[in-house]
């Protein structure tokens, strides 16, 4: 079975930079094609949908976090990456990684992980 895990610094401080990483545990993702990303929440709100890497390495992003937040991946490693820098206290919320691919089930999702900003 293969489960998504999120990794990464539960407290960051205002204007640092956030680095988060989505490892896969248990069985590996076989999927020739393996698409990857990120959402997250803040309290008290809906899911906000940051980014994400197609398996060519392609990016899309979020317009309104576009120029702090960088997606990368490496599928050989099952592993995807998200970086944002100046970091605000407005970024609190619990960051999920999701990976699509063309093999049954079709998608992944982490449990999630908490980030705060503060000092």
């Known amino acids: 079975q293969v489960q998504l895990r999120e990794s990464g610094p539960g407290l960051v401080k205002p204007s640092q930079t956030l680095s988060l990483t989505c490892t896969v545990s248990?069985?590996?993702?076989?999927?020739?094609?393996?698409?990857w990303s990120w959402i997250r929440q803040p309290p008290g709100k809906g899911p906000e949908w940051m980014g994400a890497?197609?398996?060519?390495?392609?990016?899309y992003y979020s317009p309104s976090l576009k120029s702090r937040t960088s997606i990368t991946s490496d599928n050989a490693k099952n592993t995807a990456y998200l970086q944002m820098n100046n970091l605000k206290p407005e970024d609190t919320g619990t960051y999920t990684c999701?990976?699509?691919?063309?093999?049954?089930?079709?998608?992944?999702w982490g449990q999630g992980t908490q980030v705060t900003v503060s000092t």
């Open positions: 890497i197609n398996n060519d390495g392609t990016t």
């Open positions: 248990g069985d590996s993702i076989t999927s020739n094609y393996v698409g």
């Open positions: 999701h990976a699509d691919t063309t093999s049954a089930p079709y998608e992944y």
